[in-house]
């Protein structure tokens, strides 16, 4: 069965960053865009962008360009997001979630929290 | 960037009501429209691919239609496991976007 596990919960500081792991599983790997999505404390989601595993291709959000980057390792099947610069603004939990289309299967998600 | 607008932001129905949720993009998008169920605590569902396609398990009291700019998710009959925030999500743009979410609640 398709599944996508993700890293555990973090706890940052200001200015720090922070790379969170997907880990897929029970499909090809090199065959679906992983897409990367947030949800702040209370509010609605946001599209963060999307990795090709295949080619490695990347697209970003405009608003995060610059303060993410998002990588993958085809040997292990493992799709990787990383956030720089962190401000309070960024506490949120984030997800992965398969795609082409529609993003058929999500990671459980993972709290950053960023707090002095 | 296409901003997608959700109305209404919240709702209160009844087990066995007929609801229905719209979306609007701020530019066409033609069918390119994806309706999500998210239950608290837990990762967003898909439910409707392509402005109609329900999912694969997806019960048939869900369905969504439109084109272009405007679009909607129907839930024919209200069940107790539906309370829930719906989301839209354009996939036209190479910045996809969301709308707001519709909260549904129970009345």
């Known amino acids: 069965q398709v599944q996508l596990v993700q890293s555990g919960a973090e706890v940052k500081k200001p200015g720090a960053s922070v790379k969170v792991s997907c880990k897929a599983s029970?499909?090809?790997?090199?065959?679906?865009?992983v897409h990367w999505v947030r949800q702040a404390p209370g509010q609605g989601l946001e599209w963060m962008g999307w990795?090709?595993?295949?080619?490695?291709?990347?697209n970003y959000a405009q608003k995060f360009q610059g303060r993410v980057t998002m990588t993958r390792d085809t040997s292990i099947s493992t799709a990787y997001m990383e956030l720089t610069r962190l401000t309070s603004d960024d506490t949120a939990v984030y997800y992965c979630?398969?795609?082409?289309?529609?993003?058929?299967?999500w990671g459980q998600g993972t709290l950053v929290t960023v707090s002095s | 960037d296409v901003q997608m607008t959700q109305s209404p932001s919240s709702l209160s129905a009844s087990v066995g009501d007929r609801v229905t949720i719209t979306c609007r993009a701020s530019?066409?998008?033609?069918?390119?429209l994806n309706w999500y169920q998210q239950k608290s605590g837990t990762a967003p569902k898909l439910l409707i691919e392509?402005?109609?396609r329900l999912q694969s398990g997806v019960p048939s009291r869900f369905s969504g239609s439109g084109s272009g700019t405007d679009f909607t998710l129907t839930i024919s009959s209200l069940q107790p496991e539906d309370f829930a925030t719906y989301y839209c999500?354009?996939?036209?743009?190479?910045?996809?976007?969301f709308g707001q979410g519709t909260r549904l609640e129970i009345k």
């Open positions: 999500q354009q996939t036209y743009s190479n910045s996809i976007s």
């Open positions: 990795i090709n595993p295949n080619s490695g291709g990347t």
């Open positions: 029970g499909y090809s790997f090199t065959g679906y865009y």
């Open positions: 530019q066409s998008i033609s069918s390119y």
């Open positions: 392509t402005a109609s």
């Open positions: 979630a398969r795609g082409v289309g529609g993003n058929d299967y």
